[in-house]
T-cell receptor, first 116, second 115 residues
Framework: AQTVTQSQPEMSVQEAETVTLSCTYD???????LFWYKQPPSRQMILVIR??????QNATENRFSVNFQKAAKSFSLKISDSQLGDAAMYFC?????????????FGKGTKLTVNP | DTEVTQTPKHLVMGMTNKKSLKCEQH?????MYWYKQKAKKPPELMFV???????INESVPSRFSPECPNSSLLNLHLHALQPEDSALYLC??????????????FGPGTRLTVL
């Protein structure tokens, strides 16, 4: 079974600075998808960024980018120019590419605080 | 528009009550999901519907009864709940069941308190 580990229960960053959230996963599969979701205190889970394992190029969405290291099974999220609105719980998630594997496997989350 | 709506936002119920949670999406998604989320924990999958048919039941107690009346709606009927069932209930939807690459879009959730 796949597992996702987020080793940082809490992180903090100063506004306008850069922060990196860590995520590692364990799988024996070669094809899969990885996601970062953000859940602010208002609680709606919002997709931040996603990565296809077969793509070597790291995904980027505005101030959010990932460092995907397939061999190391690492999928970290970098937030540049942090804003107060980035404060939230961040969940890393894994999904197998195998047909019929519909489940998202979530990490335990990292709570990000942004200090003004 | 990647919007999933859920009603009500908050629900307080006694252990003998019967209530329902509702979820709606108009993105043409054919897979819909119910998750339960406890405070400071990741979501736990409860049910998956694909093309209006129940595809996955993660060994959820029968006091939770899902229903998918049509491709846009998903209900969760609640009966004889326990205080430990108090949680945030999230609905999500995604483009297709067998699509090899899909993204789940979540609703804002219903905060359920069982007294």
């Amino acid at each position: 079974a796949q597992t996702v580990t987020q080793s940082q229960p809490e992180m903090s960053v100063q506004e306008a600075e850069t922060v990196t959230l860590s995520c590692t996963y364990d799988t024996s599969e070669s094809d899969y998808y990885l996601f970062w979701y953000k859940q602010p205190p208002s609680r709606q889970m919002i997709l931040v960024i996603r990565q296809e394992a077969y793509k070597q190029q790291n995904a980027t969405e505005n101030r959010f980018s990932v460092n995907f290291q397939k061999a190391a099974k690492s999928f970290s999220l970098k937030i540049s120019d942090s804003q107060l609105g980035d404060a939230a719980m961040y969940f890393c998630a894994y999904r197998s590419a195998r047909g019929g594997s519909e489940k998202l496997v979530f990490g335990k989350g990292t709570k990000l605080t942004v200090n003004p | 528009d990647t919007e999933v709506t859920q009603t009500p936002k908050h629900l307080v119920m006694g252990m003998t009550n019967k209530k329902s949670l509702k979820c709606e999406q108009h993105m043409g998604h054919r897979a819909m999901y119910w998750y339960k989320q406890k405070a400071k924990k990741p979501p736990e999958l409860m049910f998956v519907y694909s093309y209006e048919k129940l595809s996955i039941n993660e060994s959820v107690p029968s006091r939770f009864s899902p229903e998918c009346p049509n491709s846009s709606l998903l209900n969760l009927h609640l009966h004889a709940l326990q205080p430990e069932d108090s949680a945030l209930y999230l609905c999500a939807s995604s483009q297709d069941w067998d699509n090899l690459f899909y993204t789940q879009y979540f609703g804002p959730g219903t905060r359920l308190t069982v007294l």
